[in-house]
């Protein structure tokens, strides 16, 4: 079994910034890939950005430039530092990994980007 948890969510101005973080309850090494996600109110949840195992990296053209999704493997932990955050940014983001075929979901963590 493993446990995603986010945090570091909350409201921010446009143009600002916020870094969320993942923790998970094993060694992130095992995993195929991990990355965040994200579902606004009324929209189907969609990549924002993933990393895998071997240190490849996907983001949606959306958040290119603006994000960047890194790992710390000491910790466990995944990040996703936002930068110049839009109203459009706004959405629960969710952190997800996949092992050996399985998806986990952490609970998510809400953004806020609103003046």
């Known amino acids: 079994q493993v446990q995603l948890v986010e945090s570091g969510g909350g409201l921010v101005q446009p143009g600002g910034s916020l870094r969320l973080s993942c923790a998970a309850s094993?060694?992130?090494?095992?995993?195929?890939?991990m990355g965040w996600y994200r579902q606004a109110p009324g929209k189907q949840r969609e990549l924002v950005a993933e990393?895998?195992?071997?240190?490849?990296?996907d983001y949606v053209d959306s958040v290119k430039g603006r994000f960047t999704i890194s790992r710390d493997f000491a910790k466990n932990t995944v990040y996703l530092q936002m930068n110049s955050l839009k109203s459009e940014d706004s959405a629960v983001y969710y952190c997800?990994?996949?092992?050996?075929?399985?998806?986990?979901w952490g609970q998510g963590t809400q953004v806020t980007v609103s003046s």
């Open positions: 997800n990994a996949v092992l050996s075929g399985v998806t986990y």
């Open positions: 990393l895998s195992r071997g240190g490849s990296l």
């Open positions: 094993r060694s992130i090494f095992t995993f195929n890939a």
